[in-house]
């Protein structure tokens, strides 16, 4: 069993940075495939961004591409999202998942993913 756990919400003002972190117990993780997805208040949770195992490839929604990066820690157990040029509608609860596959089929869909954590509230004031 893999637990995953993410830090580093809060709340920003439009065009702030902020980076998320996942970590997760067990010593494969970084062979994990890890994706983000967020869920706005009254909308359907969404994709934002993917690794594959050992960060050789990343995805990422349209919606944030060019403004968030996301890269695996030298810890190996941690996986990052950068968030720049930070969008009143990036305002969400953020989740990570975790699968042990090294790459998926379909890295934006949330099926795909055996893990997940309990999410980290950003907000981002306009």
């Known amino acids: 069993q893999v637990e995953v756990v993410e830090s580093g919400g809060g709340l920003v003002q439009a065009g702030d940075s902020l980076r998320l972190s996942c970590a997760a117990s067990g010593r494969s993780f970084s062979r994990y495939a890890v994706g983000w997805f967020r869920q706005a208040p009254g909308k359907e949770r969404e994709f934002v961004a993917a690794?594959?195992?050992?960060?050789?490839?990343?995805y990422y929604a349209d919606s944030v591409k060019g403004r968030f990066t996301s890269s695996r820690g030298n810890a190996k157990n941690t996986v990052y999202l950068q968030m720049n040029s930070l969008k009143f509608t990036d305002t969400a609860v953020y989740y990570c998942?975790?699968?042990?596959?090294?790459?998926?089929?379909?890295?934006?869909?949330?099926?795909?993913?055996?893990?997940w954590g309990r999410g980290t509230q950003v907000t981002v004031s306009s």
């Open positions: 998942a975790a699968d042990p596959r090294w790459i998926l089929g379909q890295p934006s869909e949330a099926a795909e993913y055996d893990y």
């Open positions: 690794i594959s195992g050992r960060g050789t490839s990343t």
